[in-house]
Structure formats: C-alpha cells, structure tokens
C-alpha cells in the first residue's frame, strides 16, 4: 500500500494498515472511495499504514509526515475509541483502550481508559488531523445540526499513528476527503 496523495502543507489523507488489518483478523472490503473493515474481536486496534512525526521523512513503506489525517465512520457495535498511538505501541492491541490518553471515546464503551473524553460520535462521520509541528491533535465529528470539535495536545516524541480501539462488530467506513 502506498499514500493517498498529498495535501497541501505537508499532511497526507493516511490509508489503513492492511497488513496489520489482515493480522488482526479484521474482514477488509474496498468500493469505490471507501474502505470497509469489520472487526472482528476486542479490544484490537485498526490504524494507519503511515505514520507522522515533527519533521517527517520518507523511511520507505512507512512514510512519515509531520501532519496526517484519517476521515472514518464507525456502525455496528458503539463500543471504540480514537486516538494517537506512539509508533513504539503500533502492535499492542491494548494500548489505546487500556491506557491511551490522547483520543476520544464513543459513549457507548464501558472500561478501558478514563482519560479520553467520551463523546457522542458512533454513526457520524469523524475527521482527524494530527499536526506534529504544533503538538495538537483535531477531532472534528459531523453532527446532524453542527460540527463538535475538540483540539488535544499531546506529549508523543517520535512518530506517531492514529487508531482506532474496536470490539466485535465494529463496521468502519474509511475515506478520504468530505462524506458523500
């Protein structure tokens, strides 16, 4: 897999992980513009294939960009969360759930970390953009009437990914650019 084009100052629309996807047992489709995977457990955690960081580089396969985005919608089970993984933490399923601090978290999840703020967001079309350069990371969530945003800044040195933590039953549109 290869990135989905750049963007205008240095952020990049990131593509999801299929290699680890596909390890994790999740069931991937693609139609046109959007990716569709349904998890099949948790917590497991689905994520960009590129990573970013202050700077960026290209090291290859896994290009960095100092600011990255991910644009998703999650149905199916109201169970997950959304957030930074430092790229150390990119295999450990239980990461973002058990200990993520900087992300939000769909009202509909019981346990796991209660440091992200739980927001109404399962159903709705999500955007995230993590600029490195500042250190802030936006969640912007479409609602019927408005656009909820919450900014976060987080203390990750080194590249970073953004994830999410599902459980069984999670169905995820991912896509790039606005929601059709």
């Given at each position: ?5 750049d ?22 489709s693609?139609?046109?513009?959007v990716v569709?995977a ?21 090291t ?8 990255l ?36 978290t769909s009202?509909?999840?019981?346990g ?11 159903g ?10 500042q ?16 900014v976060?800044?987080?203390p ?13 039953g ?11």
């Amino acid at each position: 897999a290869k990135a989905d084009g750049d963007l205008e100052g240095g952020s990049e629309w990131a593509v999801v992980d299929a290699d680890a996807a596909n390890r994790r047992k999740f069931k991937i489709s693609v139609e046109v513009g959007v990716v569709k995977a349904i998890s099949p457990a948790g917590p497991i955690m689905l994520q960009t294939l590129m990573t970013a960081e202050k700077g960026g580089a290209n090291t290859g396969l896994f290009t960095t960009r100092s600011v990255l985005r991910w644009k998703f919608k999650v149905t199916g089970n109201s169970s997950w969360q959304v957030g930074i993984v430092p790229e150390a933490e990119a295999n450990n399923d239980l990461y973002l759930f058990t200990t993520g601090v900087v992300g939000l978290t769909s009202v509909g999840t019981s346990g796991g970390s209660d440091r992200m703020p739980k927001v109404e967001m399962h159903g709705r079309w999500v955007e995230v953009q993590c600029d490195c350069w500042q250190g802030l990371v936006t969640f912007k969530i479409e609602g019927p009437d408005h656009v909820h945003t919450s900014v976060q800044s987080f203390p990750f040195l080194g590249p970073v990914r953004i994830a999410l933590s599902t459980f069984q039953g999670c169905e995820v549109l991912l896509q790039r650019g606005a929601a059709d």
